[in-house]
């Protein structure tokens, strides 16, 4: 008689080597993960030209910041209309084409010698708008990109190759930063997103059915879907979550060049180096995140998650002594939160991408981000606020309890008891969610 551990191991083998083999599945993975670490550059770039070339304050960078996560307020809109669109392939390579003409503009500004924070503003908000719509057009894209029983195993590696350009890419880009200048730097992830656009040109997958019986208008099909996510015990309890965690880590995301620059006395080039090595807790975050989940449950992994990824902010006000002790709190701070938030957003995403049906992903993705990341503005002009009005130092602790505090909804709901995708499905196909 044949041993079924060992015949199930080797059919999760069979499938995640399916899954490494799949053409369709690869070039998208590749595309992705250029985008990725394009952006990594933008992300140290952006505020870096505000606070370096034009000087601006924490409250000024917390609302350039705030404007970068502005247009996710528009996701529960702009995914209702993305669920009437039959190709959502095209809008993603819209999504890549649209951010790669809007970061262009600011080499060009800088070679003209033009550049101003109106301009910075500008910049933000746009690229926003790219990120709203690729977020919103992708889940549709992602259950027709891979099967249902591989969700973890996709979103594992594609969140280990955004971990590995938070570990490469902040260091590349504080070195190119320093070599060209924060503007031309964001000439690199302006390629970053033609490459990814013509990658996932040449993805084939099957569009979706699209409802073409539901005539209600866009406001009303938009009130439905945040109906959905509301009503839904898995979905509202991941949101409340979710959104609390993006409150207060924004409060201290938005100030954190700006308090290693300014309280830290760290150079661009030290700053990347040391945010690169402590994303290496992303990449060990998608090796344990798996693993974790089927050890201890899928829920009480995304509970862990939640904890690790906000609690170490607490940590950066204990940076002190030689320049080497101070980067190394940073990259000890970044790693902790980088392997955190593996461990929260791989099974995270699995479960909401379980519970979601097909006929409304993009609908509910809108709802889920409209509040999710539409609360980052909040924390960002708050974190400017607080962090003028008690310091930059207390600001960072508060951020740490408050995004912590998370994980109380999630203990008080379903997600919690959650052991797996398959046990997700045992449910309900007893008992309703909604």
Same mark, same amino acid.
């Given at each position: 008689?044949?041993?079924?551990?060992?015949?199930?191991?080797?059919?999760?083998?069979?499938?995640?080597?399916?899954?490494?083999?799949?053409?369709?599945?690869?070039?998208?993975?590749?595309?992705?993960?250029?985008?990725?670490?394009?952006?990594?550059?933008?992300?140290?770039?952006?505020?870096?030209?505000?606070?370096?070339?034009?000087?601006?304050?924490?409250?000024?960078?917390?609302?350039?910041?705030?404007?970068?996560?502005?247009?996710?307020?528009?996701?529960?809109?702009?995914?209702?209309?993305?669920?009437?669109?039959?190709?959502?392939?095209?809008?993603?390579?819209?999504?890549? $084409?649209?951010?790669?003409? &809007?970061?262009?503009?600011?080499?060009?500004?800088?070679?003209?010698?033009?550049?101003?924070?109106?301009?910075?503003?500008?910049?933000?908000?746009?690229?926003?708008?790219?990120?709203?719509?690729?977020?919103?057009?992708?889940?549709?894209?992602?259950?027709? $990109?891979?099967?249902?029983?591989?969700?973890?195993?996709?979103?594992?590696?594609?969140?280990?190759?955004?971990?590995?350009?938070?570990?490469?890419?902040?260091?590349?880009?504080?070195?190119?930063?320093?070599? &060209?200048?924060?503007?031309?730097?964001?000439?690199?992830?302006? &390629?970053?997103?033609?490459?990814?656009?013509?990658?996932?040109?040449?993805?084939?997958?099957?569009? $979706?059915?699209?409802?073409?019986?539901?005539?209600?208008?866009?406001?009303?099909?938009?009130?439905?879907?945040?109906?959905?996510?509301?009503?839904?015990?898995?979905?509202?309890?991941?949101?409340?979550?979710?959104?609390?965690?993006?409150?207060?880590?924004?409060?201290?995301?938005?100030?954190?060049?700006?308090?290693?620059?300014?309280?830290?006395?760290?150079?661009?080039?030290?700053?990347?180096?040391?945010?690169?090595?402590?994303?290496?807790?992303?990449?060990?975050?998608?090796?344990?995140?798996?693993?974790?989940?089927?050890?201890?449950?899928?829920?009480?992994?995304?509970?862990?998650?939640?904890?690790?990824?906000?609690?170490?902010?607490?940590?950066?006000?204990?940076?002190?002594?030689?320049?080497?002790?101070?980067?190394?709190?940073?990259?000890?701070?970044?790693?902790?939160?980088?392997?955190?938030?593996?461990?929260?957003?791989?099974?995270?995403?699995?479960?909401?991408?379980?519970?979601?049906?097909?006929?409304?992903?993009?609908?509910?993705?809108?709802?889920?981000?409209?509040?999710?990341?539409?609360?980052?503005?909040?924390?960002?002009?708050?974190?400017?606020?607080?962090?003028?009005?008690?310091?930059?130092?207390?600001?960072?602790?508060?951020?740490?309890?408050?995004?912590?505090?998370?994980?109380?909804?999630?203990?008080?709901?379903?997600?919690?008891?959650?052991?797996?995708?398959?046990?997700?499905?045992?449910?309900?196909?007893?008992?309703?969610?909604?």
């Amino acid at each position: 008689m044949s041993d079924p551990t060992a015949a199930a191991v080797a059919t999760e083998a069979t499938q995640k080597a399916a899954l490494w083999r799949d053409r369709r599945f690869a070039t998208y993975w590749v595309g992705q993960g250029v985008s990725q670490f394009g952006d990594r550059i933008t992300e140290l770039a952006l505020p870096l030209i505000a606070v370096t070339a034009l000087h601006a304050s924490a409250p000024t960078v917390g609302l350039l910041t705030a404007a970068v996560w502005a247009p996710n307020l528009l996701s529960l809109f702009v995914g209702t209309w993305v669920d009437h669109q039959v190709r959502k392939r095209r809008l993603l390579i819209v999504a890549d $084409l649209l951010r790669c003409v &809007v970061l262009l503009t600011l080499p060009v500004a800088h070679f003209l010698g033009a550049i101003t924070m109106a301009q910075l503003f500008a910049v933000a908000l746009l690229a926003g708008a790219g990120q709203v719509l690729y977020q919103t057009s992708y889940p549709s894209f992602f259950v027709t $990109l891979v099967r249902r029983d591989q969700f973890v195993e996709a979103n594992s590696l594609l969140s280990g190759t955004r971990s590995a350009s938070f570990v490469a890419g902040p260091a590349v880009a504080g070195g190119l930063i320093q070599a &060209v200048t924060a503007p031309v730097a964001m000439l690199v992830d302006a &390629v970053t997103f033609a490459v990814s656009a013509v990658l996932i040109g040449r993805v084939r997958v099957p569009d $979706l059915p699209v409802d073409t019986t539901n005539e209600a208008g866009l406001l009303r099909r938009a009130r439905d879907g945040m109906g959905l996510v509301l009503k839904d015990r898995y979905l509202r309890a991941s949101l409340a979550c979710a959104t609390t965690i993006n409150l207060f880590n924004l409060m201290a995301g938005a100030l954190l060049i700006l308090f290693a620059s300014r309280e830290l006395g760290l150079s661009a080039g030290v700053i990347g180096l040391a945010l690169g090595i402590g994303a290496t807790g992303g990449l060990l975050g998608t090796v344990l995140a798996g693993p974790l989940a089927r050890r201890i449950g899928l829920g009480r992994t995304i509970a862990v998650g939640a904890v690790v990824f906000s609690a170490p902010f607490a940590l950066l006000p204990l940076a002190g002594g030689p320049t080497w002790s101070r980067a190394g709190v940073l990259a000890l701070v970044e790693f902790i939160s980088a392997l955190g938030v593996m461990c929260l957003d791989i099974p995270l995403n699995a479960l909401m991408t379980a519970v979601t049906p097909d006929g409304v992903r993009s609908r509910v993705s809108g709802a889920f981000s409209s509040v999710n990341y539409g609360i980052r503005p909040l924390g960002a002009v708050l974190g400017g606020l607080v962090g003028e009005w008690i310091g930059l130092a207390p600001t960072m602790v508060v951020a740490a309890v408050g995004g912590s505090l998370s994980v109380l909804f999630l203990l008080w709901s379903p997600v919690f008891s959650t052991a797996s995708i398959e046990q997700l499905d045992e449910v309900q196909s007893v008992q309703p969610t909604r």
